[in-house]
């Protein structure tokens, strides 16, 4: 299976900020997945980051909160931008491997103050 | 929309069994399962697809039930490392590849 890794793995941030979230593959995928798990949550979709096109976005999630880049097939990032302490989670990538099998990376566990 | 798994939670002494469900309100084209363990990422256990096959982890199995548009995850004399919280990811034919999960069935077992 794909080895995913995120990079920061956690952090501590100031409301008002911006903090961006990467996404290494060590395979090409087509598609990748920006997830949000709030505290004690279910996993809720934010986007699909698709190579060549822009992300698509679920409901209650806009660009300009959550901008998301798919520059090639093995990397993604996904901004969380102005954020306040609602927006404290775990943040995860997830890739399409082998045709239908969907595996995470690790998490960025996102603390706002 | 957002599978329903139930139960909520379940505690097991060590080798026993446990059922857990995942029902959907949409035909489905495939049920995929997770655990999570505390700080962890979710790992993937299995997935099954529209067919109606069955499969294992270890002594974990699933199967699917197309017409039911519903599946359930067996833990069969369980583990220590069974712990943890059980999340199913349903996906439709039309939803390209997302997945919708459900809130998760909490696993503790015990020795």
């Known amino acids: 299976s794909a080895v995913i890794s995120q990079k920061p793995s956690r952090d501590i941030c100031q409301r008002g900020t911006s903090l961006t979230i990467q996404c290494q593959v060590d395979?090409?995928?087509?598609?990748m997945f920006w997830y949000r798990q709030q505290p004690g949550q279910s996993l809720t979709l934010i986007a699909t980051?698709?190579?060549?096109?822009?992300?698509?976005?679920e409901s209650g999630f806009v660009i300009d909160k959550f901008p998301i880049s798919r520059p090639n097939l093995t990397f993604s990032t996904l901004t969380v931008s102005n954020m306040s302490p609602e927006d404290s989670s775990i943040y995860l990538c997830?890739?399409?491997?082998?045709?239908?099998?969907?595996?995470f990376g690790p998490g960025t566990r996102l603390t706002v103050l | 929309q957002q599978p329903v798994q139930s139960p909520q939670a379940v505690i097991l002494r060590e080798g026993e069994d446990a059922v857990i469900n995942c029902s959907s309100s949409?035909?489905?084209?495939?049920v995929h399962w997770y655990r999570q363990k505390h700080g962890e990422a979710p790992v993937f256990l299995m997935i099954?697809?529209?067919?109606?096959e069955q499969k294992g982890h270890e002594k974990i199995s699933a199967s699917f039930n197309e017409k039911k548009q519903q599946s359930s995850l067996y833990l069969t004399a369980s583990q220590l490392s069974y712990s943890g919280t059980y999340f199913c990811?349903?996906?439709?034919?039309?939803?390209?590849?997302?997945?919708?999960f459900g809130a998760g069935t909490q696993v503790v077992v015990t020795p």
């Open positions: 997830s890739v399409e491997d082998r045709g239908v099998e969907q595996f």
């Open positions: 949409k035909a489905l084209y495939s």
């Open positions: 395979s090409q995928v087509t598609m």
């Open positions: 980051a698709n190579q060549g096109s822009e992300a698509t976005y």
């Open positions: 990811g349903t996906r439709t034919a039309d939803s390209w590849g997302k997945l919708q």
């Open positions: 099954l697809l529209k067919g109606g």
